[in-house]
């Protein structure tokens, strides 16, 4: 089992910046990747990034250049840096941590991009 709690989330102005917070418990030596996906209302999951333990990052299209994510493996923490934002990246943004037979997901945090 793992836990994964995140913070960070809010409501700003379209070309501002918010870092998303991820800390994960439990078996997280079974973890082989992090990430973080998010849903808008209406539409399905999408991956927003992820970051191997061996350090490979992938990124949406969309977020490329924007979008920044990085892990602390002391903290078990993974973050997400996110710049000049967009109204449309308003979503719920999901941690999820990614393990050999299953994925665990966060509960959620809102990201609201006003314009």
């Known amino acids: 089992q793992v836990q994964l709690v995140e913070s960070g989330g809010g409501l700003v102005q379209a070309g501002a910046s918010l870092r998303l917070s991820c800390a994960a418990s439990g078996s997280i030596f079974s973890i082989y990747a992090m990430g973080w996906y998010r849903q808008a209302p209406g539409k399905q999951r999408e991956l927003v990034a992820t970051a191997t333990n061996g350090g490979k990052t992938t990124y949406a299209d969309s977020v490329k250049g924007r979008f920044t994510i990085s892990r602390d493996n002391a903290k078990n923490t993974v973050y997400l840096q996110m710049n000049s934002l967009k109204p449309e990246d308003t979503a719920v943004y999901y941690c999820?941590?990614?393990?050999?037979?299953?994925?665990?997901w966060g509960q959620g945090t809102q990201v609201t991009v006003s314009s």
């Open positions: 999820n941590a990614a393990l050999v037979l299953e994925w665990y």
